[in-house]
């Protein structure tokens, strides 16, 4: 695959592809078609997800001036009476648990968004609602981003809640405001997200897996995260057909990676006993990007980390490589004992514009793809023929506990 080839993949996608979204489909069929193409079959894989059609939110300032202030509703979260309901605001700091008994019956703001303890706390405590706010100041309202309750989040004890400009939050807390109205009204129903999977027969029936995601967030074109890595996964399946592997390769593009790894925890459900035959997760997840540089964070042994910039430094390449937990859908498989790493050119110009409307074309360069999948592929392609993969098939104890503490089963902060 071509610089040209990879610029125009781009531009055919270039569209909102929200988890569970027709859009989201579309863009699979269009994968798809691309494999049927270059000869590789694979089959749409459908889980279900939540589905919200937001009917009216509102936020009102009552006290000391009547203000509306512009928000989005959560997916997800709990209705209002039809007229909303008016309760006094407080104002929960950042990791403050000191002041949790105060919230009983108001409608609470934070700093930034809720994580599940968060969230936890302020059901436990009786807290009546929830606002949160942006991170970025130079946001314009309708760059509000459309937030979900995710239901492990939530557990099902529901709370109503917007999302706000952090300009707007700014404001509320300089004005020192006693009093809002929320008003928050949704349909809720469910819808189809998909994992695209095709398969690559080795000479092993052991497998090595790779993935990607292709959805967005809700106001993003996603072309950095991750239509590059869905892109990369395509060059790699292309690549990888030439000649039998000595190990079979199974390429997955996830759907609903940004609802929270959605795709691939339904894949790893889906398909525990195959996971068996498993031996190594490779996921990209935002490459290509005009500058920045390589990060190989190793979900496996420490070895990994350190073989991998041995190989890059023999490549002629720069790579920076660790052992972590990585947001993205490599992780679902780390929990399923799967050692995995994940790829991701790192670059601040790109990563400050996800997930907004200033992921485009813009950020990526098309020759850096080429140049990223080449790396990627060179490593791949050791492991996909390796006599026996040299990782071992073991989560390290730390690594452990990060994956409880990312998979929310304990508590960090
Ligand atoms: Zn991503």
């Not at 694979?42 to 936020?59: G, N, P, R």
């Not at 498989?333 to 996800?354: E, L, M």
Request: proline share 2%; glycine share 6%; hydrophobic share 35%.
């Amino acid at each position: 695959m071509d610089a040209k080839q990879i610029e125009k993949i781009f531009l055919d996608n270039s569209y909102v592809r929200w988890g569970g979204s027709q859009e989201e489909l579309q863009c699979a069929a269009y994968l798809q078609q691309y494999l049927q193409k270059i000869g590789i079959s694979s089959q749409l894989e459908a889980f279900a997800t939540d589905h919200a059609v937001i009917k009216k939110a509102k936020l009102i300032v009552l006290d000391p001036k009547i203000k509306e202030i512009p928000c989005t509703g959560y997916f997800m979260c709990a209705n209002t009476a039809q007229d909303g309901i008016e309760k006094e605001l407080f104002y929960l700091r950042r990791n403050d648990r000191y002041t949790l008994e105060q919230v009983k019956d108001k409608i609470v703001i934070v700093d930034g968004y809720i994580g599940k303890w968060t969230y936890n706390d302020l059901v436990e405590h009786g807290a009546a609602g929830f606002i949160t706010c942006g991170y970025d100041a130079h946001d314009e309202n309708h760059d509000i981003e459309q937030r979900e309750l995710r239901s492990y989040v939530s557990d099902g004890k529901l709370l109503c809640g917007v999302n706000i400009n952090i300009k707007d939050g700014i404001d509320i807390i300089k004005n020192k405001t006693k009093k809002v109205r929320l008003e928050v009204q949704q349909e809720y129903g469910k819808s189809d997200s998909h994992n695209l999977i095709a398969t690559i027969k080795g000479k092993k029936t052991e497998e090595i897996i790779f993935t990607a995601h292709y959805d967005t967030v809700d106001n993003s074109f996603g072309i950095y995260d991750n239509l590059s890595g869905a892109v990369g996964l395509l060059a790699l399946a292309e690549r990888f057909k030439e000649s039998q592997p000595n190990y079979t390769l199974r390429f997955i593009w996830c759907g609903s990676e940004e609802r929270g790894l959605l795709g691939s925890k339904a894949y790893c459900l889906a398909h525990t006993k195959e996971l068996e035959k498993a031996v190594l997760v490779i996921n990209l997840d935002m490459i290509g990007s005009i500058m920045g540089y390589m990060l190989a964070c190793c979900t496996s042994e420490d070895k990994l980390a350190h073989y991998l910039e041995y190989f890059a430094l023999e490549y002629g390449s720069e790579l920076k490589a660790y052992q972590d937990v990585y947001s993205s859908d490599s992780t679902p498989f780390a929990d399923n004992g799967i050692p995995a790493v994940s790829f991701c050119r790192w670059a601040s110009h790109a990563s400050a514009k996800i997930h907004c409307r200033y992921d485009t074309i813009e950020e990526v360069s098309c020759q850096q793809m080429v140049d990223d999948i080449e790396f990627i592929y060179a490593f791949a392609k050791r492991m996909a023929n390796a006599k026996v993969i040299p990782v071992k098939k073991v989560i390290p104890d730390n690594i452990k506990t990060s994956l409880d503490e990312y998979l929310l089963r304990k508590r960090k902060d």
